[in-house]
């Protein structure tokens, strides 16, 4: 069995690659694409990889499961060896994951199959377009209040879109133009 600590950042990530022992095989700084990930990788057979989770961490699981590695998602709260660290490098980062999992001491979070990862990407996506809409609503009612208007209802009715248009204010117009679009 071989040990893999990946220190993955957004352009670049920085991997060792470590016998049971401890003794290190292979290690190198690639770009952070799948291509890069597969050469770096390849050959190496019965490989656990650790890694941190991050923005990126997706297709990187997908990419090495393909290829059959296991991978092991260290929890990001409860990996204290690597942010407690007194000397902090990406090479370090890198070998303390390795040498975490090659000990069984790497304390891992679930891993979401791809499906649900997508899941998840389309509710933070509604979550976050709610959230957009919401401060749109909330500035119309400031231009509102600004200008003394009163408004009754709900004012982003059909009917009241239409009211809206009517006072003709740039401000609730470029608003409402996002809104529509």
């Known amino acids: 069995m071989l040990y893999a600590g990946m220190d993955v950042h957004k352009k670049f990530c920085q991997i060792i690659v470590c016998t049971k022992e401890g003794e290190v095989i292979r290690k190198g700084r ?60 990406d090479k370090i980062d890198a070998k303390i994951l390795a040498d975490l999992a090659r000990g069984n001491l790497l304390p891992t979070s679930w891993i979401p199959p791809k499906e649900i990862r997508e899941l998840r990407d389309l509710i933070r996506q509604r979550i976050f377009l709610v959230k957009q809409r919401t401060k ?46």
């Open 30 to 89: 690639i770009k952070t694409n799948e291509k890069e990930i597969r050469e770096f990788f390849c050959g190496l057979k019965n490989v656990k990889v650790a890694m941190e989770a991050s923005a990126n961490y997706s297709y990187i699981v997908d990419a090495l499961a393909k290829e059959g590695y296991e991978i092991l998602m260290a929890h990001p709260l409860k990996t204290r060896a690597i942010a407690e660290a007194k000397i902090k490098s």
């Open 136 to 181: 749109l609503k909330n500035k119309i009612h400031a231009e509102l209040i600004k200008r003394g208007i009163e408004c009754r209802g709900n004012i982003f009715t059909k009917a009241g879109k239409e009211w809206l248009h009517s006072l003709k204010i740039p401000a609730i117009e470029t608003y409402l133009s996002i809104m529509e679009n």
